[in-house]
């Protein structure tokens, strides 16, 4: 049986490829896990907090393909894409047991801190954190993971490969600033305080909208309050001297 395990978002996630019919598939399917998960590899840890086996297709498997516990899921070799949505099943779990949220998101950073970008698609997510690089290094492009930790707020990359690739890594960032973008001929930042009308921003961002994983979201909007509106154009000029001044 060969066997990966990564750290993400402050979770150690155990892949098991159990030995297949067909030599060599186990083998491969790893290979190609690993080359997918780079910046979240790590040796075995003493502790797991979820585990995902990979095995040969059963006659008395579900049409799914996932037997799914409490933290463990078993499924059967498939393709790449398959792959995606196990990990991302995983961690959704994790996460959401963990007084934490996933969002669609843009993200930059400096000095181990973050800032996170919000908005509809064409508000530009994307286009924010090529703007403000080098100002701010971007690490994500599309999902963002965000924790409640010890009273702390803190932001992780997300492992699945992005629209446009930024360097990986399991590392944590104090979150700094959360930021609802909007294109603009003109750049303004303006504070936001009303706490209703943040919830109702953030839930729109969410990548799965259920009971807990709204509670997760109210508790960080309570607990958080550097909240803004952003505008701007497409230009360096005002938007960098801004991050440069923080």
């Known amino acids: 049986m060969e066997k990966v395990f990564l750290n993400v978002a402050g979770f150690n996630l155990a892949f098991y490829f159990h030995g297949s019919k067909e030599p060599g598939v186990a083998e491969q399917h790893k290979a190609?896990?690993?080359?997918?998960?780079?910046?979240?590899?790590?040796?075995?840890?003493?502790?797991?907090?979820f585990e995902i086996e990979f095995r040969d297709r059963q006659r008395t498997d579900k049409d799914s393909g996932l037997l799914i516990q409490k933290n463990k899921i078993i499924t059967f070799y498939q393709d790449n894409l398959w792959y995606k949505i196990i990990l991302e099943n995983a961690l959704y779990r994790l996460v959401s047991r963990n007084s934490g949220v996933i969002v669609h998101s843009s993200s930059a950073t400096r000095n181990n801190e973050a800032y996170l970008f919000l908005g509809a698609s064409g508000a530009g997510k994307s286009t924010i954190i090529q703007l403000l690089n080098p100002t701010l290094s971007p690490i994500n492009d599309d999902t963002s993971i965000v924790r409640i930790t010890g009273g702390n707020i803190l932001l992780y990359q997300h492992p699945i490969i992005e629209k446009n690739s930024y360097p990986k890594s399991s590392a944590p960032y104090t979150l700094k600033g959360v930021y609802f973008l909007k294109k603009s001929k003109n750049f303004s930042v303006k504070k936001l305080t009303d706490k209703d009308l943040i919830f109702t921003k953030l839930v729109k961002q969410l990548t799965v909208s259920d009971k807990t994983t709204v509670k997760n979201l109210l508790a960080f909007t309570n607990l958080f309050d550097e909240f803004f509106s952003l505008s701007f154009p497409k230009s360096k000029g005002k938007l960098t001297s801004y991050f440069e001044s923080l």
Not at 32 to 49: A, H, M, N
């Open 32 to 49: 190609v896990f690993e080359s997918g998960s780079e910046g979240f590899l790590t040796g075995e840890p003493e502790r797991i907090d």
